[in-house]
């Protein structure tokens, strides 16, 4: 019930717009045909995705225990600073704040870089998976003639294939160049 009424309203707010554009003739009524589909039930069920669903799993249980030692040291440093602390001079205080400080940067480092890391590899195992999701998708879009195809996850980002005859990116550029310079 969501989706038709995004549409709907998609379709009330882009109606007042182009009644308000001058154009020398009407252009000819076409028919729109939308359909969705489960991007993330369709990802889980194509051939491969569990293999290589396992394989990311496996390398980010490696990241996680990596960061889990560096986060013990951490924490083993810091709980001998503060047994310490008293003990310690100003001067040296000061000294295994920053050695603890940079200690805490690394290891933020390292965080950051393995994210990345996982990030990367997740691209690479599910890319090919998703680009043979996306001919298919397309290709059902152009059998059926469908004008457009969302993802039913609300979650998700929205389109997932339209015909490229819709994209009026060009058409909107056109006019803004057409528009008189603002003073600023």
């Known amino acids: 019930m969501k989706r038709v009424l995004v ?10 717009l182009a009644a308000q554009a001058p154009s020398a003739a009407p252009a000819p009524a076409r028919a729109i045909k939308i359909a969705f589909v489960n991007a993330q039930q369709v990802l889980q069920s194509t051939p491969g995705y569990q293999a290589a669903e396992s ?6 249980a490696s990241y996680r225990s990596e960061l889990q030692k560096l986060q013990a040291s951490l924490d083993s440093a810091v709980q001998a600073f ?3 602390s008293i003990a310690l001079s100003p001067a040296a205080k000061q000294q295994k704040q920053r050695d603890l400080k940079a200690m805490q940067d690394r290891f933020d480092q390292r965080t950051q870089a393995l994210n990345l ?5 997740q691209q690479e195992l599910i890319s090919p998976i998703q680009a043979k999701i996306n001919t298919i998708i397309q290709a059902i879009r152009l059998e059926d003639g469908y004008s457009a195809i969302f993802n039913s996850d609300p979650q998700a980002s929205g389109l997932i294939a339209a015909d490229p005859a819709l994209d009026i990116t060009q058409k909107v550029l056109d006019r803004l160049q057409k528009l008189p310079a603002q003073s600023q």
């Open 55 to 60: 394989t990311f799993n496996h390398d980010v």
């Open 7 to 16: 549409v709907c309203a998609l379709v009330a707010a882009v109606s007042p």
């Open 82 to 84: 503060d047994q310490q």
């Open 117 to 121: 890391q996982a990030q990367q590899r």
